[in-house]
């Protein structure tokens, strides 16, 4: 069996940036198992596996894998593969929108998609409405012991830990500084201990401000326990994150806008851009934008 197969730099518009991404097209005939063995192989915190959808009204089915498990849903997967299965359909450096539809175990996600100039851009809605995860956070001398700071660098203002859910679900860490940001690391076995009864083990820190002007929040994601020691672009937990804002600044109605930096201190800066709209003190839709451009392409040989 030849399948043939992509890779993508998501969450930025210049290559060896952003957060790598692997997309295998004619995935129909794998099994679950053969897709965690090429996902460990590709070893990038996520591959995307594309096979025919089964409504002919959607563009595709897709399943989501971490190099050690299926995931329902995951943002920097829907970005790329969208941008890539859009670019398909288009001559190269034609202008274009057009929404991509993707059957995700999570459910339906369209994705609008358009290019004017170089690099085409995403924009997915995600397709479970964010919430709060019913289950105590951390107290704040646990996590600064698995981050290895000080307990007066959790939190912020109105900014608590959390865990908030929306297909998967993320330990939320407000930090007090950039400072601080950049100097959380993983320390064992604080880390693991963290994580018992929460119902995830990947947690989303995230201060101010950022490089740009324009930024609202610099943000970073940990996910050692799933074979993601540092994720460079998260664009779930970018999505969950408007219930985390949602909950500490009390939005009021109407959209809200944010720009997101992540994978900064990593050496892949990424740059992630979400929307939300909010009517009651309630989340009404979340969206999640970004460019994507490709790396590479080739067969897998199984």
């Not at 959380?184 to 995830?200: D, M, Y």
Request: net charge negative; aromatic share 8%; glycine share 8%.
């Amino acid at each position: 069996m030849k399948l043939p197969f992509f890779t993508y730099d998501v969450f930025t518009s210049r290559s060896f940036a952003g957060n790598p991404l692997a997309i295998v097209e004619d995935a129909d005939g794998l099994s679950t198992g053969q897709m965690q063995i090429i996902a460990r192989e590709f070893n990038l915190s996520e591959t995307i596996f594309v096979r025919k959808p089964q409504d002919a009204a959607n563009t595709a089915s897709v399943r989501i894998f971490f190099p050690t498990a299926e995931i329902p849903f995951a943002g920097h997967p829907t970005i790329g593969c969208a941008i890539h299965l859009a670019q398909k359909k288009y001559k190269p450096g034609c202008a274009f929108e057009t929404t991509i539809r993707l059957e995700e175990v999570a459910g339906l996600v369209p994705v609008k998609v358009s290019r004017i100039g170089d690099v085409p851009r995403a924009q997915f809605t995600a397709p479970v409405s964010p919430f709060a995860v019913e289950v105590a956070a951390p107290a704040r001398e646990d996590i600064a012991a698995a981050l290895g700071l000080s307990a007066s660098d959790i939190g912020f203002e109105g900014h608590v830990p959390g865990v908030f859910k929306g297909g998967p679900a993320f330990l939320y860490v407000p930090l007090a500084s950039r400072e601080a940001l950049a100097r959380a690391r993983v320390i064992e076995p604080h880390w693991s201990n963290l994580f018992s009864g929460l119902g995830t083990r990947m947690a989303y820190m995230y201060t101010r401000g950022g490089d740009g002007a324009d930024t609202a929040y610099r943000s970073r994601a940990y996910a050692p326990l799933d074979g993601i020691p540092e994720d460079p672009a998260t664009g779930s937990a970018t999505a969950i994150l408007a219930a985390q804002l949602l909950a500490a600044e009390r939005l009021a109605a109407g959209t809200h806008r944010w720009k997101l930096e992540q994978g900064y201190e990593m050496g892949r800066p990424s740059d992630l851009w979400l929307e939300a709209d909010v009517a009651d003190a309630k989340l009404l839709a979340v969206r999640v934008a970004g460019q994507a451009v490709q790396i590479s392409s080739g067969v897998l040989e199984l």
